[in-house]
């Protein structure tokens, strides 16, 4: 078995930043702030949903516990798409929400256009948690999120679905590499430990 590694909560530092998704003539996003009125620093951000495009602001997420995930459509580790379903049939309605965002980063193994992306994810896979659009998970191009995430934990993705487990406060608690399966033991226990915070 592989141990996650947790986190010490961190406090994010530097201003606000919004990935530049929204148009120039200000496209509301898609969602708002969280129940509680407030955004999590690392939830300030604003990404375009993978079947349309329409901009998703994270902060309608805020108050619920998220599993943040890189996906690739021609991994050897794609059908984890499965397991993570199976983890939103599971524990959404408990306040879980898995965030993909696929990502040609490794392999270049999601070197799709968003409507084959979305052919692997929604119709091979039945995929019904939030999907995003192709995005860079690493390095310089990292998306602010992400980026945030590696800065945080000290730990950037190395391959696809790699996994970020924050915390209903908006807080990275652990993050899990590509061979922890999403109905791995550990990762289902920190998932529950996770909601089981009010």
Request: glycine fraction near 12%.
């Amino acid at each position: 078995m592989v141990a996650p590694v947790l986190l010490r909560a961190a406090a994010l530092g530097g201003g606000v930043s919004v990935s530049q998704v929204v148009s120039a003539a200000g496209t509301t996003p898609v969602g708002g702030a969280g129940a509680s009125g407030a955004c999590p620093r690392l939830l300030n951000h604003v990404f375009p949903r993978l079947q349309d495009e329409a901009p998703v602001s994270l902060c309608g997420f805020a108050g619920k516990v998220l599993l943040v995930v890189n996906t690739a459509s021609q991994c050897g580790f794609t059908p984890q798409y499965e397991g993570l379903e199976k983890l939103h049939g599971r524990y959404a309605s408990r306040g879980l929400v898995i965030l993909g965002f696929p990502s040609n980063d490794f392999g270049q193994q999601e070197p799709g256009t968003s409507q084959q992306i979305g052919e692997v994810c929604f119709n091979t896979y039945g995929v019904r948690f939030p999907m995003f659009a192709k995005t860079s998970v690493t390095g310089a191009a990292a998306n602010p999120l992400h980026a945030e995430l590696a800065r945080i934990t000290g730990h950037a993705p190395r391959w696809n679905f790699h996994k970020y487990l924050v915390s209903r406060a908006g807080e990275p608690v652990a993050h899990y590499p590509s061979r922890v399966a999403p109905e791995s033991r550990e990762l289902v226990a920190a998932i529950e430990k996770a909601l089981a915070v009010t």
